[in-house]
């Protein structure tokens, strides 16, 4: 296997750590506040802080990912990240207001609109791969 | 923009792969160059050229 290859495998494994250490930092501090220590402001505090902290490591990780990929992934990435973005921003903000207009009758989530960003982002990578294919 | 790559890659006898690992770059982003559907950077267009020890002018030909 080529350096690079072997320094994109290594990366990408980084992220996929961190993803889960993330995400089990983020149930912690969703759910340990009432299951583990009874609110408990100090320790919920601390949640808070390391559940940061482990956040920005793990845009530390996909950040060097993005740097040890060679130019062509790099903007098939890039690209997806855009449609990511962008379709966050305008679904979302359309989404937002569907409440207040009236034309939906739940509370607008958080959740939906990260699912959207990361369903746009996965559908980005693939449609950049077939198009370099 | 046109290039030379497969041309230049097979009067080597390399494989897309051997082409990939001196460049370090993978084999899809060799055959999206050859294919015409990526245009590397510069600087990976000026490693191509001092691999086949040519001018860059002499493996890329803007349309």
Known sequence: ?133 | MKNRLKVLRAERDWTQSDLANELGVSRQTVNAIEKGKFDPSLPLAFKIGRLFQLPIEQVFQYD
């Open chain 1, 1 to 133: 296997m080529s350096n690079s290859a072997e320094k994109i495998k290594t990366s990408t494994k980084k992220v996929f750590v961190w993803s889960a250490v993330w995400i089990l930092a983020t149930a912690g501090v969703a759910f340990g506040p009432k299951n583990l220590w009874n609110f408990d402001t100090w320790i919920t505090i601390i949640a808070v802080v390391i559940h940061i902290g482990i956040g920005l490591v793990l845009i530390t990780a996909l950040r060097q990912n993005l740097l040890a990929m060679d130019e062509l992934h790099r903007k098939i990435h890039l690209d997806a990240m855009a449609w990511s973005l962008g379709i966050g921003l305008v679904l979302g903000c359309t989404y937002e207001m569907l409440e207040d207009i009236k034309l939906i009758t739940f509370q607008p989530e958080i959740p939906h609109l990260i699912l959207t960003m990361s369903l746009a982002y996965v559908a980005g990578v693939v449609q950049g791969i077939r198009k370099y294919q």
